[in-house]
């Protein structure tokens, strides 16, 4: 076998509508010329392209993301990858022992033990007896449910199935691990560590595929990212700007929706200090954040706010034109609004701003889209934290040059204990 | 000529796929096996026992039936003969109850896993296997009760099993898929079922029914195989060769052909569970 890999090479997927066969009078003869000459690549009535000419590569150590809207293929992908599915047309080939996460709990059966369920599944992920035997502690350890491993599972709370479900594929130790959005599931702690889990497995060289609507936690993980929309392929490339793009291409379709709102958000883009579009940004350099409105009838005074939220859900800052006393007056035109920030205090991490336009006082929203925009920030500084206070070391009686100042990039004067 | 070499090419490269994930998947089938067995006897008092009880009980109402009620000829005690006949006839008949909704009860795992889907059919082929082990302990008991003496054609009864277990499992694998498709096959076969067990001769020697009718349920491979069975444990003779290699014959190619087929169109199953 050479070596693992991901191959998606110009693959089509149809799906029908409704049911397959009316009657036996339509199965005969279908079911003949499949026999004949296997199934015809070409759409009949009631058949749509669920996955349309979609193609890319993934090498080892890549951790992909794949983004897109609700129905845009996303898992359809992922089960073509896993051959659950087989491709109407092309080539996908994954290289390479696969551990598949598409529901965490879906080999488990209610009346076994976990302990019986744990061997189950982990054959069903094509795991040797021994090799289970072997992590099998580690993997209870994992779940934390050691007290209840003799207990039949049909008991179990569902945050418990899904735990000892991932934790079983986390020990899976796969060249290739495919994830279907398994982080909703699971109390925030485990979460965490779900993701530490998955950074773990991809530092030791496991290529990930990662199917998600939470868009902080492809930042997070990815190094490269693919939207998918309407079954094609949109955009293939870092993931801030998949998520960029993918964001510009869901506020184009929500343009069409009926203008219940008479003003709406039409974007937002995210600036450096010189004006650039970025997604990535340093610890204390200058940010402007510029959203973009469409309006269908004048409004009165309204007011626009910004929240930043940490990855994890920790609400870092939130501000609007109100706390400002800013009077906005009549705005009847479309137009864009922009909030800077001259210095982001950020410690490195995810983040998602959401922005929102409210009424007169700034209670009921016109408009609003919650962790729309992911951002990411980064910096030499090791600091712990949420946020960069500005410090500086003061050792009484001793002389400076013991400690060596450490100016980070933009930002001022700062001492770290080497 | 360039389609059927078209075709054979893609017959072998098909066989091969079949043989290599068996292969590959066999700690998945004894594990999925093993489930079915746990969970079959989980939460009952008798356990194995009840793969011995509705044999045995049938045995009895039948005796009553075909030894008071309207005795027939068997060339050994009725009950035995009714036994042998009901505990291999049983394996078949639940080896198919399994199978009809292997595929459908498993839903989870046929859309959210990938594995090859025979897994399904082939556990229920095996659970039933165990059933069938534990079942013919009764049937030695009863051959020493009335002092059958066993003779040397016992060497062909793996032969017997064999072929048993190719139809058994050639039938599974079409009964798994059809009921994928189309739900009333569960609803179906279960009157073809009973039926067909009075079209063996399960309870009594399907000879008596004569006529045309009997010169029809010839062609019926349980038959042989049933009357092989009794042939070689119970009267000390080998199977009636004609018909055994007939029924033989149907079964290796029934196996091979629903095989094929159910790997063809195992991509489907995902998409019409």
């Known amino acids: 076998m050479n070596r693992p890999g991901v191959t998606f090479n110009g693959v089509w997927k149809k799906f029908r509508r409704g049911e397959r066969h009316d009657s036996l009078r339509d199965l005969i003869p279908s079911a003949v010329r499949a026999l004949v000459r296997g199934r015809s690549d ?50 996908c080939e994954v290289r390479g022992r696969v551990g598949a996460l598409i529901e965490v709990a879906a080999g488990f059966h209610p009346d076994l033990t976990g302990r019986e369920n744990v061997y189950l599944q982990g054959a069903i992920m094509g795991m040797k007896q021994a090799e289970i035997a072997r992590t099998f502690e580690e993997i209870v350890e994992f779940a934390g449910i050691t007290e209840f491993i003799d207990t039949p599972v049909k008991r179990y709370s569902s945050g418990m199935n899904a735990r000892l ?60 990212a693919v939207l998918i929309d309407r079954g094609r392929v949109r955009f293939d490339g870092h993931p801030a700007a998949a998520i960029q793009e993918y964001r510009r291409v869901t506020s184009n379709r929500d343009a069409g929706r009926p203008a219940d709102a008479d003003i709406h958000l039409a974007g937002v883009e995210v600036f450096d200090d010189r004006g650039r579009p970025v997604q990535a940004i340093d610890t204390g350099a200058g ?62 991490g995810c983040y998602s701003l959401s922005v929102g336009i409210l009424d007169t ?9 919650f962790h729309a925009y992911p951002f990411s920030v980064t910096s030499t500084c090791r600091d712990n934290g949420l946020v960069s206070l500005e410090h500086t070391w003061r ?15 933009r930002t001022d004067r700062k001492v770290a204990l080497r | 000529m360039r389609t059927v070499s078209v075709l054979s090419a893609r017959l072998v490269a098909d066989v091969r796929d079949m043989v290599v994930e068996q292969r590959e998947y066999r700690e998945l089938l004894v594990r999925i096996t093993a489930r079915d067995l746990l969970l079959r006897y989980k939460q009952t008092v008798m356990g194995f026992g009840w793969a011995i009880f509705m044999p045995l009980v049938n045995t009895a109402v039948f005796s009553v039936i075909f030894t008071r009620v309207a005795p027939i000829e068997t060339a050994v005690p009725y009950p035995l003969f009714a036994y042998c006949g009901l505990c291999t006839w049983n394996f078949f008949a639940s080896t198919q109850r399994f199978a009809v909704v292997s595929l459908t009860s498993n839903t989870s795992l046929v859309t959210k896993v990938y594995c090859p889907r025979e897994i399904f059919p082939f556990s229920a082929i095996l659970v039933s296997l165990v059933d069938f082990a534990v079942a013919s302990t009764v049937l030695v008991g009863l051959m020493a009760y009335y002092r059958i003496p066993v003779g040397w054609p016992l060497v062909f009864v793996p032969v017997i099993v064999a072929v048993h277990v190719a139809f058994t499992a050639g039938v599974a694998l079409f009964l798994a898929m059809a009921n994928l498709f189309y739900r009333d096959i ?25 006529g045309r009718l009997g010169t029809l349920l010839l062609l019926n491979p349980m038959t042989p195989i049933i009357d092989a069975y009794r042939a070689t ?34 991509f489907q199953f995902a998409e019409n569970v």
Not at chain 1, 316 to 344: E, F, K, M, S, Y
Not at chain 1, 361 to 367: G, L
Request: glycine residues 6%; hydrophobic residues 45%; aromatic residues 8%.
């Open chain 1, 165 to 224: 479900g991932f934790a079983i594929a986390a020990h899976l130790d796969p060249d290739v691990l495919l994830i279907d959005e398994v982080l909703s599931v699971g109390d925030a702690r485990f979460q965490e560590r779900c993701v530490e889990r998955m950074h773990a497995l991809r530092a030791s060289g496991v290529l990930l595929v990662f199917v998600s609507h939470n868009l902080t936690a492809v930042l997070d993980l990815c190094n490269r």
């Open chain 2, 233 to 266: 444990l119970l009267e000390r003779q080998l199977p009636a060769m004609g018909p055994f290699a007939a029924a033989a014959a149907v079964s290796v190619a029934l196996l091979a052909i629903a095989w094929l087929l159910f790997h063809r169109a195992e």
């Open chain 2, 186 to 210: 569960k609803y179906l076969f279960e009157i073809v079922l009973a039926v067909w067990m009075f079209a063996t001769s399960v309870v009594y020697p399907i000879e008596r029914i004569g």
């Open chain 1, 287 to 348: 940010l402007t954040v510029r959203i973009h409105y469409k309006t269908s009838r004048p409004v009165e005074r309204p007011h626009f706010a910004v929240d930043i939220h940490r990855g994890d859900g920790v609400y870092c800052h939130g501000t609007n034109t109100r706390l400002a006393r800013l009077d906005l007056g009549t705005i009847d035109r479309d137009g864009h609004i922009d909030l800077v920030i001259p210095h982001l205090r950020l410690l490195p």
């Open chain 1, 395 to 409: 050792v009484p009686d001793a002389q400076p040059a013991r400690f060596s100042p450490v100016r980070t990039d």
């Open chain 1, 42 to 91: 070409e759409l009949a009535a009631e058949e749509f392209w669920a996955v349309h000419d979609v193609s890319f590569d993934v090498a080892p150590g890549e951790a992909l993301g794949i983004i897109g809207p609700n129905g845009a293929g996303k898992s359809t992908v992922l089960k073509l990858l896993t051959r659950i599915l087989k491709p109407t047309r092309g080539r």
């Open chain 1, 361 to 369: 006082h700034a209670v009921k929203p016109h408009d609003v889209q």
